[in-house]
């Protein structure tokens, strides 16, 4: 095992949010389902600076992916049944069926984007390169899809994915999180590359 994979999984190891989720993943039963995004990345972020493996969590992210059921019911159905499984963890679940991303991302955010094929294509456009990743266990330890790799993960460090982010997206999460994590080094969206 690489030693990258063997220190995300020590860090993932020691939230108890992280693994209350990880530990009972079969209750979840969704398609190419994946625990994601900033979660992790502040679960690694708290034990590079010492901070409780929960601290400054707003929430916990989950994405699945199921072409089959692109309605917003269906989505808001599983949500809730996660919420009320998961409600002793401590933190809000957002759940996201990414196969229907598409028909609300122009009315949020401005511009349409086209249908993602998979969680993993969604998960490359997450909005840093740090916390584009996602992981759910497998036979020999945790899965990964990690596009933009585990370093500026495990640094830490802050870079924008600008796949689809604006820049000022990044810039207000950038001001929360730097209020949160002082420490954390963050990469200015003029010094970062398209």
């Known amino acids: 095992m690489d030693a990258d ?8 190891a020691s939230s108890p949010s992280l693994t209350a989720i990880l530990g009972r993943w079969a209750e ?5 389902c994946w625990l994601t ?12 600076f010492g901070l409780p493996a929960d601290h400054g969590k707003a929430d916990i992210d989950l994405v699945y992916f199921d072409d089959a059921d692109l309605s917003a019911a269906a989505e808001a159905a599983h949500e809730a ?8 963890i401590g933190l809000k679940l ?6 229907r991303v598409h028909l609300w991302y122009a009315d949020r955010f401005g511009f349409a984007i086209p249908p993602y094929r998979s969680a993993a294509q969604a998960i490359a456009t997450f909005p840093t390169t740090a916390g584009a990743i996602g992981i759910r ?10 596009p ?10 802050v870079r924008p994915n600008k796949t689809l982010i604006t820049r000022d997206v990044y810039e207000t999460k950038l001001r929360r999180w730097k209020s949160v994590w002082p420490l954390l080094e963050t990469v200015d969206w003029d010094d970062s590359a398209g």
Do not use: M
């Open 148 to 157: 933009f790799g585990l370093t500026d993960l495990l640094k830490p460090i």
């Open 94 to 99: 957002d759940l996201k069926n990414q196969a």
């Open 137 to 146: 266990p497998g036979g020999h330890g945790l899965e990964i899809v990690a």
């Open 37 to 48: 995004g900033s979660g992790i990345a502040q679960t690694v972020w708290n034990a590079a």
């Open 5 to 12: 994979y063997q220190t995300l999984t020590r860090h993932v």
């Open 81 to 88: 049944l996660l919420r009320a499984a998961f409600a002793g």
């Open 28 to 32: 979840i039963g969704l398609p190419d």
